[in-house]
């Protein structure tokens, strides 16, 4: 394990976007720490295959670029080259302004060890999804100039997810419609405002789908078909 502790700033990147990769991980039990220090990439970005990048109370992530090409990526779309993101409980975790790129064959290539942990999201971030991904048990603080992006057919969900956006505060499971949609589809789904408003639409399958708390919602809220079912609170 490399160990980054108390206030450590570790710089790197490739000399250019198309040199070889500056950090390599053996295998996946490899691990770098980042323990209330910051990962600074370089302006010609980075990839990070296998391994994990452990967060431990609240670390940072700066990337210097101007587009996902030299921007980080985690991953390379195989299995045998995942990587990981983990945070501690209660760990927080600053993106500055940069390019993030997920490239991981599985769901949950960023994950908690418990809820008690947060992502916040600076203006000027931006991720892009080459990848199915799934936000679970967390707390996830968003910037109004927040950037997501998607490949072709790719789904991204919420799971037992907290957001906090100057739009309000939110606690979500479901799944990313369109850009400007949730979808609840059942099975314990639900959506509750807890201030503000939620500013989407929503779109309603299946049964057991839940839409509550005190804020409002200013997108249209649909049902599918005529044996979706929804219930507020």
């Given at each position: ?116 942990a947060r992502i916040i999201h600076e203006a000027g971030f931006m991720t892009h999804f080459m990848k199915d991904f799934v936000f679970e048990n967390l707390t ?94």
């Amino acid at each position: 394990m490399a160990k980054f502790k108390g206030g450590v700033t570790f710089a790197i990147g490739r000399k250019d976007v198309t040199s070889s990769e500056p950090l390599l991980f053996e295998d996946k039990s490899a691990m770098l720490l980042l323990d209330d220090s910051t990962l600074l990439v370089g302006d010609q970005g980075m990839q990070i295959t296998q391994g994990t990048v452990r967060v431990s109370r609240a670390s940072t992530i700066d990337i210097n670029s101007t587009s996902t090409t030299n921007g980080l990526m985690l991953g390379n779309g195989q299995s045998s080259g995942n990587a990981y993101i983990e945070l501690d409980p209660s760990a927080v975790l600053t993106f500055k302004p940069g390019h993030f790129v997920y490239n991981v064959t599985d769901t949950r290539g960023i994950r908690t060890q418990a809820k008690t942990a947060r992502i916040i999201h600076e203006a000027g971030f931006m991720t892009h999804f080459m990848k199915d991904f799934v936000f679970e048990n967390l707390t996830n603080q968003l910037n109004p100039s927040t950037a997501f992006s998607f490949d072709a057919g790719v789904q991204v969900s919420v799971s037992n997810v907290v957001l906090e956006s100057p739009f309000g505060d939110y606690r979500i499971t479901g799944r990313r419609g369109s850009a400007t949609e949730v979808s609840l589809e059942g099975n314990g789904d639900y959506i509750f405002v807890d201030s503000e408003t939620l500013p989407f639409a929503v779109s309603v399958s299946g049964t057991n789908n839940t839409i509550g708390g005190e804020g409002d919602i200013s997108g249209v809220v649909t049902l599918q078909d005529s044996a979706s079912e929804l219930t507020s609170r």
